[in-house]
């Protein structure tokens, strides 16, 4: 019988002699590495580090923005009391130089230590245009009884025209705040009103543009436009052939619905004939103009007569 299976199987009897010799340490501790964690930064101390700063890499001079984010390794690289001092080691994006920043608890701040440094920016209060902060020089030499009174004469007038220059700008600021930002409901009321100008406008034009069968919106009209329009001249081709489709198109309007009978048998022949699949031969669509008298005076006389495969023809025809 296994001994798993055995009733009481782990207790099995051991004697001093096995205690004494320690052979039992040997099976009570694992012979396989346990887990070390489960991510990088148990695994190998790689933590994700941002930058504090806009910093400049000392080997390309890369200018790295603050918040950008590295895969850096983290060390612990002393203590300052009872704050541990930690380092981070990353490497650029660009040259792949190696960069250590440490921070400093005594301070509040980062040590740059190799391969980055601080990207310094100073504030120009005149080119930002703002009123900056005024120099005092040394208050308690203003208020001194030995001090000398001519530099604190001049003083004087430098910080009294500082003072007038930024009562001017403050004023000058208040001024325009109260011709643009005051009257809000009559500003809102000419906003709206300009907007719906423009959007009466718009559609004007979009409904001229589709009135037209275009899709886009049109432009205003110009005089240089209508101008120009008006000097386009077209070939004479061009002309003749618009002349002669207008002449059809009179012709058309100004005759008869029902035509002569010739003309609406030649059409219906014309018609047949394409729908059974029959090739017209021009001599049969076409007569010359002696035929067409000759026709007249027949058609007076007597009524025309058609054949029995025109008849066919328009039989088949009048009946589809």
Not at 15 to 28: F, L, T
Not at 80 to 98: A, D, L, M, V, W
Not at 232 to 254: A, Q, T
Not at 255 to 272: E, H, V, Y
Request: net charge positive.
């Amino acid at each position: 019988m296994s001994s798993l299976n055995a009733t009481q199987a782990d207790g099995y009897y051991h004697p001093p002699s096995y205690i004494e010799s320690g052979d039992y340490k040997k099976k009570s501790v694992s012979q396989h590495a346990g887990s070390k964690g489960t991510n990088q930064s148990q695994l190998y101390g790689v933590v994700r580090f941002e930058l504090p700063f806009k910093c400049v890499c000392t080997s390309c001079e890369k200018i790295i923005g603050k918040g950008t984010r590295f895969n850096a390794k983290k060390d612990n690289a002393g203590e300052f009391y009872t704050t541990k001092i930690y380092k981070f080691t990353f490497k650029c994006y660009e040259c792949k130089n190696p960069m250590v920043l440490r921070t400093n608890p005594e301070k509040a701040d980062y040590d740059f230590v190799s391969g980055i440094r601080r990207k310094v920016e100073t504030w120009d209060t005149e080119a930002a245009g703002s009123l900056g902060v005024f120099d005092m020089n040394n208050k308690s030499q203003l208020h001194s009884k030995t001090a000398d009174p001519i530099g604190k004469l001049e003083r004087d007038i430098s910080i009294r025209q500082k003072q007038t220059a930024a009562n001017k700008r403050v004023s000058s600021l208040l001024s325009i705040n109260d011709r643009d930002y005051k009257p809000d409901a009559d500003n809102n009321a000419l906003l709206r009103k300009t907007y719906r100008k423009d959007r009466k406008e718009k559609k004007r034009r979009l409904d001229e543009g589709h009135s037209r069968g275009l899709a886009v919106e049109l432009l205003d009209e110009k005089a240089s436009d209508v101008s120009a329009a008006k000097k386009i001249k077209y070939n004479k081709s061009h002309n003749n052939s618009v002349k002669k489709e207008r002449r059809n198109f009179l012709n058309i309007r100004s005759s008869s619905i029902f035509g002569d009978r010739s003309t609406k048998q030649t059409a219906m022949l014309q018609a047949a004939e394409r729908k059974n699949g029959i090739a017209s031969t021009p001599s049969s669509l076409h007569t010359s103009a002696s035929d067409k008298e000759k026709s007249k005076k027949k058609s007076k006389s007597k009524p025309p007569t058609a054949t029995s495969g025109t008849l066919d023809l328009l039989t088949s025809y009048l009946s589809d």
